[in-house]
């Protein structure tokens, strides 16, 4: 039946073009992927409790309880579903030199428990033949420095001093992140935990309780039922709403470039299969009008074109599905936020999968519904006689001619602009991924200037020093004297309260007078008296100030007038800073700098440097690196590599298809310009030049229009996160773009010069003036002549 | 969403034997701001089984017509029936559905005649498979045909390969896959050598004797001579419509006609 017969001439069709179909069936997956790759991340990015929760099967409840109550049969009681066998919990220090940070102990067994089962990122899970060794949380791991193998002190309650080694480190959903979650957390096998705290006296006991329903009044309830059937207060509870918001994270930024990329992926997809339908249509018009003539129905051929791109756009939101489900377990292991965790991807609800899968298919299914549309329209008697191509000859080829330009180009070029509407259509195919691969590029290059020249976002100081306790001057002194240290600036942070707003807003004094911190400003000048300050963009959005006007502050206890003089890029404090003078504080009383900025020389890398200076201040300095947004650059960059790649292939994908469709109208044409006394190498000349001069004005176009695009991006992106307009320079990496424009036109004429040549020449290297045996885009052969 | 089989063809000819009957067909283009009139008042009737030959010169409409007659293009006004039921006026769905079984159609030489994607043993089996068959009966028909034609052992190319006068007698295949009552070929030995020419023409007697009716618009003389009837056409009119005498009986030598 049609059915079948429908079957058949898709699965010749397939075969026949085989990399079309698998093309575009690539494109489908890359995009589903990519969206679900970045809804993830977003997800993951916005509540990574969510994810971690379900992949440790975390608590809901945390119940501290008193050491030896008997908890057998709570997960019995109304609304619990499951409890975790009771842990001991000891309140403990952790000693790092000068730093001593408060912990928790947590003992548990060698074995992995059935309920909130820490993920180990790096080294191994406690072991009984390890007895000394411990499982320390990654957030305090990562804000502590601490590796697999590092040795630490911890100080019990009862004083008992204890030497332990790191042996793994791991994740876990039942806390927050140390150290806006305090104490840390550190797993210890049940013997460590003995000799921290004897008889465990002054121990907890921790129950983990998985809810039957997560409700905002269920962890209270499930509280009460557990106090009135043991019969004892809880002494204290922890409720998975308070680890979720404390988790929530300001690591958006990551997941809504993915998103952002991945909307351009699909409008460029979108872009992509239209053009590829409509090609294919075009290039089976012939076909498409003899099934007609053998009985196929208009609506017949409509749907078998529509079965056809319904199929692949389906084979390709599978395999996007099953390639994001493996990335999304791959790439956390290979891959590490700023804090030195792993990259989250969340689970995504079922909904917002099937919006991303029935999204791509519906619009591949529109894309392939308009073009099948079309070719049911076909005239049966297309069999017959190909539409020749319509349109004049450009004015320019006209004046070319006249000038005496070589005929190949004149020829070419009055070929190319001959029909002005698929000439427009073939340069914007090529025009938008360029220009989009433009963006991609300059987005690499801001983020590359972020760590070769950190100056460019006012992070030219790579770590800071903290004094503690005494002999902190002189070790200030020895710290800003080191070979290490190109230049310390004295600091000061206060958070300080909007006036007549809710909200505070970060007030630091950086540098002197004489020697300001280097800022990078964007705007008006540095400060240059104690009585002048210079603001980020965001605060100064939120005070509603311009440059010149002034602003009172309350630092510590008193108040202080600043005039802003400047306004400055500063990534800190989310970019609500006002940066003023040390010479300020003075006037005020002496005041000692908390902490000291450190530029180091070039060359000297900024973790080593701050454990020799820590290890050079005996202790009274803590030296750490400052963070920087450039730190999360590794998946930024693989990202943008991706996003390049992607795009890549779509416009290649343009241009295979402009490329047959010029080859098929033009094809006729070559034995006229044989007979009129073009040699071969003319012809060839000719037809690459029709196809080239669109290929070239569109990535000029495309390259041009991105530039503008990205100067406008990234500065949007950069006020967006606090940074600042002006991070991006109006024309950004001059030289990687121009290359990449540059391979992107020899790309162009290559495939157009190797088609042409293809299709033309026959293997003696002369014209081959029957068309119809070399027609572009014909069913690919192996040697015996069987369809490959 | 499918409409019932059209009538016409439906299984025998009209009552008085007529299997493809016109009368007064038109069929006008726009051209150059105006009207050309490809086919004018065209009044023919042709019997079961019989073979007819067009010809006439370049633009004499021969190839216009065949395509009004196949139902790829609608007459601009006149009528024609198709055994007995009426055919100028159906639908391109219902044209669709009267190929499948009862008019094969076939083009020139240099045209595409065959599904490029398609080997020349899936192009054979295709019209089988969508008139109905089920995959063993179309595979045998294919074998068939292919056998008989010498082309058995290219059913695993595509068209591609084949010579012109190979992919000429596959497209005939095609055509005559599911022994339609009507068959329609333009031109079908245009620009083949000889020894191809004679091969087509073997296939179409071979059909006609089957008692399939033929329409064959034809330039070559030679060619022509193997039908039953021959009709002329000059500037879209017929001109001149005359049997061919078997041979051997033909007309006895005297005075012509004109002197009596």
Not at chain 1, 64 to 87: F, K, M, R
Request: net charge positive; aromatic share 4%.
């Amino acid at each position: 039946m049609p059915a079948s017969a429908t079957a058949r001439w898709i699965r010749a069709d397939w075969r026949a073009h085989t990399g079309q179909a698998a093309l575009t069936a690539g494109i489908v997956a890359a995009v589903v992927a990519w969206l679900l790759l970045a809804a993830m991340l977003l997800e993951g990015a916005n509540s990574p409790w969510a994810a971690l929760h379900a992949r440790t099967r975390g608590a809901d409840v945390l119940l501290y309880l008193p050491p030896g109550t008997p908890v057998a049969g709570l997960s019995t009681l109304p609304g619990i579903e499951q409890a975790s066998a009771p842990a001991p919990a000891i309140a403990a220090t952790m000693d790092q030199g000068a730093i001593r940070s408060p912990v928790e102990l947590r003992a548990e067994p060698d074995t992995e428990p059935a309920m909130s089962a820490p993920v180990v990122i790096a080294g191994s899970w406690l072991s009984s033949a390890q007895p000394d060794g411990v499982v320390v949380e990654a957030s305090l791991a990562a804000a502590t420095r601490l590796r697999p193998g590092s040795a630490i002190v911890i100080a019990g309650p009862g004083k008992a001093t204890i030497a332990a080694r790191v042996a793994g480190i791991a994740q876990t959903a039942d806390q927050g992140p140390y150290p806006d979650w305090s104490p840390g957390l550190i797993w210890v096998t049940p013997a460590l935990a003995g000799r921290a705290d004897p008889g465990l006296g002054q121990s907890s006991e921790v129950v983990g309780l998985r809810l039957a329903r997560r409700c905002a009044t269920c962890v209270a309830s499930a509280v009460d039922e557990v106090s009135s059937a043991l019969g004892t207060p809880v002494q204290r509870s922890v409720s998975w709403q308070s680890v979720s918001q404390s988790m929530a994270a300001s690591g958006w930024l990551l997941g809504e470039l993915l998103l952002v990329f991945g909307v351009i992926a699909l409008a460029a997809a979108g872009c992509a299969i239209a053009n590829v339908t409509a090609a294919r249509a075009l290039a089976q018009r012939q076909s498409l009008a003899m099934l007609q003539v053998i009985g196929f129905t208009r609506g017949q051929v409509a749907r078998a074109l529509l079965a056809e791109g319904l199929l692949l756009a389906l084979a390709g939101t599978a395999a996007g599905l099953l390639a994001a489900r493996a990335l999304a377990w791959v790439l956390p292991t290979v891959t590490r936020t700023p804090g030195g965790l792993p990259v989250t991807f969340a689970p995504l609800p079922g909904g917002v999968v099937a919006v991303i899968a029935g999204g791509t298919v519906g619009a591949v299914a529109i894309a392939t519904g308009v073009q099948a549309w079309r070719a049911g329209r076909v005239s049966p008697v297309a069999v017959v006689a190909g539409a020749p191509p319509r349109g004049r000859p450009a004015r320019l080829a006209r004046v070319s001619l006249a000038a005496r330009c070589p005929a190949p180009l004149v020829l070419g070029a009055r070929d190319a602009f001959a029909r002005r509407v698929p000439a427009g259509l073939t340069i914007a195919g090529v025009a938008i991924p360029m220009a989009l691969i433009t963006v991609a590029l300059a987005c690499w290059a801001t983020i590359d200037g972020f760590t070769t020249d950190p100056g460019r976002i006012s992070l030219s100081a790579a770590l800071t020093a903290y004094p503690d306790g005494e002999g902190a001057a002189a070790a200030q002194a020895q710290v800003a004297g080191d070979h290490q240290v190109l230049a310390a600036y004295p600091g000061a942070q206060f958070e300080a309260e909007l006036p007549g707003q809710a909200g505070t807003f970060t007030a630091r004094a950086m540098g002197t007078v004489r020697d300001p911190y280097p800022f990078r400003v964007t705007r008006g000048r540095m400060f240059a008296a104690p009585g002048e300050a210079v603001a980020s963009q965001r605060l100064l959005g939120q005070l509603r100030l311009g440059v010149g006007g002034y602003v009172a502050v309350t630092v510590g206890s008193s108040p202080m007038i600043f005039q802003v003089v400047g306004q400055v890029i500063d990534p800190t404090g989310d970019g609500d800073v006002l940066d003023f003078p040390m010479d300020a504080l003075a006037a005020t009383g002496p005041a000692a700098p908390q902490f000291l900025s450190l530029v180091l020389r070039p060359g000297q890398g900024p973790s080593a440097a701050a454990d020799a200076l820590r290890a050079a201040s005996g202790g009274h300095l803590d030296v750490r690196p400052v963070a920087s947004p450039a730190d999360a650059l590794g998946l930024v960059r693989a990202v943008i590599v991706i996003s390049v790649v992607i795009l890549a292939a779509i416009g290649l994908a343009n241009l295979l298809t402009m490329t047959q469709v010029t080859l098929r109208d033009r094809l006729p044409d070559v034995g006229v310009l044989a007979a009129i006394g073009l040699t071969p190498a003319q012809v060839t000349a000719t037809l690459v030049v029709s196809i080239a001069a669109l290929a070239v004005i569109g990535v000029l176009a495309g390259t041009a229009a991105g530039l503008v695009a990205a100067y406008w991006l990234i500065n949007a992106q950069g006020s967006a996160i606090g940074l600042g307009w002006g991070i991006e320079p109006p024309l950004s990496a001059p030289g990687l773009i121009a290359v990449m424009a540059a391979v992107a036109v020899a790309v162009g004429t290559a495939t157009a010069l190797l088609h042409v040549r293809r299709s033309v020449l026959a293997r003696d290297g002369s014209v081959r003036v029957t068309p119809a045996a070399a027609m572009a885009g014909g069913p690919v052969l192996d040697r015996g002549g069987r369809p490959a | 969403m499918r409409s019932p089989a059209p009538a016409a063809l439906g299984g025998t000819a009209g009552d008085d034997g007529v299997l493809l009957r016109t009368r007064d067909l038109v069929k006008e283009y726009p051209a150059n701001g105006g009207l050309v009139r490809a086919v004018r008042e065209v009044s023919l009737d042709v019997g079961q089984g019989e073979f007819i030959a067009i010809m006439g010169p370049s633009g004499s409409g021969k190839s216009t017509l065949l395509k009004v007659l196949g139902g790829l293009e609608r007459a601009t006004s006149g009528r024609f029936w198709l055994g007995g039921a009426r055919a100028d006026n159906l639908s391109p769905g219902d044209w669709a559905r009267l190929r499948r079984r009862g008019v094969g159609v076939v083009f020139q030489s240099q045209v595409a005649n065959l599904v490029s994607t398609m080997t020349i043993g899936e192009n054979v089996e295709l019209p089988a498979v969508i008139a109905g068959a089920s995959a063993r009966q179309a595979r045998a028909r294919r074998a068939e045909l292919l056998e008989e034609l010498g082309l058995a052992d290219k059913a695993g190319l595509l068209p591609a390969l084949l010579s012109g006068g190979q992919q000429q007698k596959a497209a005939l295949a095609r055509a005559v896959v599911n022994r339609p009552r009507l068959l329609l070929a333009d031109e079908p030995t245009g620009n083949l050598d000889s020894t191809s020419t004679t091969e087509v023409l073997k296939l179409l007697r071979h059909a006609h004797a089957d008692g399939q009716a033929i329409v064959m618009v034809t330039h070559d003389g030679r060619v022509a001579s193997h039908a039953d009837r021959i009709v002329n056409l000059f500037d879209g009119m017929v001109c001149d419509d005359a049997p061919i005498a078997p041979p051997g009986r033909l007309p006895v030598p005297g005075p012509s006609p004109v002197w009596d």
